[in-house]
């Protein structure tokens, strides 16, 4: 994608429309399974790769399902309007993005409390952080909106870099070890970008009908699997260059 077409596109995102201008490529639902997940909000591969963690910002719990969305377990831990989760694949062990108290919780593999962090990602308490991916080492958290951007940060909890994506809003993310890219999801543009803090918007895909999509997890096959918080629905498509 050249500069003159993420400059339009940026810009019809931030006027509000729902559609995509100018999708570098294209998406094949292969399958969307119905979730026994009131408003799933975040999605992660689990340690092992052969599941995924989801959280509800309902219920304030975690609940591993199975790529074709059965319940396969739900932790006893409850959270406060839970927003983003990733499993860090070296332990097993969580870590959730609370949005009203600016929390990020650290669990263990059984969803026992071990810390929790406050952060600050420039957002408020509606429009704060969303959720939580980590890369080499290295967490990024992403605020949803006013303003719509992406969060560093070190091994405190500060933040030392941020980075305006410049569209409405982010509802997701995840980091795609295969190709060295993060993917993000928009609700409100009902799009899907791959971007990184040092090439910016690579990558645009529109996610057609798919409401409130809320978190992401891309596999090295190019399987994008996507949770919907209005639907409790989970989407399986296809990358398609």
């Known amino acids: 994608m050249n500069k003159l077409q993420i400059i339009l596109l940026l810009l019809i995102v931030g006027c509000g429309t729902n559609k995509v201008a100018n999708p570098t490529g294209d998406l094949t639902i292969l399958g ?5 997940v009131p408003e799933p909000s975040g999605l992660s591969l689990s340690s092992s790769g052969q599941s995924l963690w989801t959280v509800s910002d309902y219920t304030g719990k975690l609940y591993q399902i199975t790529f074709t969305g059965e319940l396969h377990n739900t932790l006893n831990w409850i959270g406060n309007d839970l927003e983003g989760i990733i499993c860090d694949p070296a332990d097993g062990s969580f870590y959730v993005v609370e949005e009203r108290t600016s929390n990020v919780v650290h669990l263990n593999s059984q969803g026992t409390e071990i810390e929790r962090f406050q952060i600050d990602t420039g957002g408020s308490e509606n429009s704060g952080p969303e959720g939580i991916a ?18 560093e940060m070190n091994a405190a909890w500060q933040t030392v870099a941020t980075y305006d994506i410049g569209f409405a809003d982010i509802s997701g993310i995840c980091w795609d070890d295969s190709r060295n890219t993060f ?7 009902r799009a899907l970008f791959s971007w990184t803090p040092e090439a910016g918007v690579a990558e645009v895909y529109d996610l057609g ?4 999509a809320e978190g992401v997890v891309v596999s090295p096959n190019g399987k994008v699997r996507i949770v919907s918080d209005s639907s409790s629905r989970l989407y399986v498509l296809q990358l398609e260059s």
């Open 134 to 151: 980590l890369r080499n080492g290295t967490f990024f958290v992403i605020n949803e909106k006013q303003p719509a951007q992406v969060c």
């Open 209 to 212: 009908d798919i409401e409130k």
């Open 183 to 189: 993917w993000l999801v928009s609700d409100q543009v």
């Open 32 to 36: 969307e399974y119905l979730i026994d």
